[in-house]
């Protein structure tokens, strides 16, 4: 694949209803490359969640293909984080993150990488703590390292801090920030926040849904954070997500049926 972390080419999904056949998006075509940090952007029902769950390998295109790392027996080599984290409560911080070490696919995985990566990720004083003396932004740093500890080379987060207060909310932001510099991993991250977009993506781009798919991307890589070239991007973000609000008839029901 090159420099490519993972390639959507033409592609579409749909879902049956009662109604007929409901078009989530068509048509997608989207370039990852490796070690960068895309932001996929877009109101409800634009099917960004969906596009995530594929690239995640939890579901299927419709038609199109999906170009990303797998494993020997053909699954994505990636890991996924939701909004919620799911942590299992009867367990420690530690044996949270270090769950997914258990199953046979990452046997190969040194169980010391879970002390290294709790070091990493500061998170070795919370290594005794059960899920409920957690924060939510904690809680959520602990899903983040219970799926990189088999050091995927795709991560991928749908909205991972949206429940979050909006102080927690952009310290997570920028210690994930952190966390892709010291990992060197590849991130996707699904969101409906515009700043929190231009905050964490290399790249940010507007899904639509339905049969337009992507309508645009911006690379902020070349522009300084605080700068007044951002907050052009950020307008620019804004007026384009904006001119794409009106939903029509079908675009409606696929808020039903797509994330």
């Not at 490359?33 to 969640?49: F, I, Q, V, W, Y």
């Not at 949206?162 to 990992?183: E, F, H, I, K, Y």
């Not at 007044?228 to 991007?233: E, K, N, P, R």
């Amino acid at each position: 694949m090159g420099t490519d972390s993972f390639r959507v080419t033409g592609g579409a999904r749909d879902f049956a209803t009662p109604s007929g056949t409901v078009t989530a998006f068509r048509g997608l075509d989207l370039t990852v490359t490796r070690g960068e940090a895309h932001a996929l952007l877009g109101p409800s029902g634009c099917g960004k969640s969906t596009l995530l769950r594929i690239i995640a390998g939890l579901d299927d295109l419709s038609d199109g293909s999906l170009d990303v790392p797998r494993h020997p027996d053909g699954r994505p080599d990636a890991g996924i984080v939701f909004q919620d984290a799911h942590l299992l409560p009867w367990l420690t911080v530690r044996d949270n993150v270090a769950l997914g070490l258990r199953y046979r696919a990452n046997a190969h995985v040194d169980d010391t990488e879970v002390e290294r990566l709790l070091g990493i990720l500061g998170l070795t004083d919370l290594r005794s703590a059960r899920p409920a003396e957690l924060s939510g932004g904690q809680a959520q740093r602990v899903a983040i390292a219970r799926t990189v500890v088999t050091a995927p080379p795709l991560l991928l987060l749908d909205e991972p801090f949206a429940a979050l207060d909006p102080l927690t909310r952009r310290g997570l932001q920028d210690w994930l920030r952190g966390v892709r510099d010291l990992l060197d991993v590849t991130i996707v991250l699904v969101t409906h926040d515009v700043d929190e977009a231009l905050h964490l993506g290399d790249r940010v781009s507007l899904l639509r849904g339905g049969h337009r798919g992507i309508v645009d991307t911006w690379d902020t890589r070349q522009l300084h954070r605080d700068a007044g070239q951002l907050s052009q991007v950020r307008q620019a973000v804004l007026d384009r997500y904006a001119a794409d609000t009106d939903l029509d008839p079908l675009d409606t029901l696929a808020t039903a049926v797509a994330g």
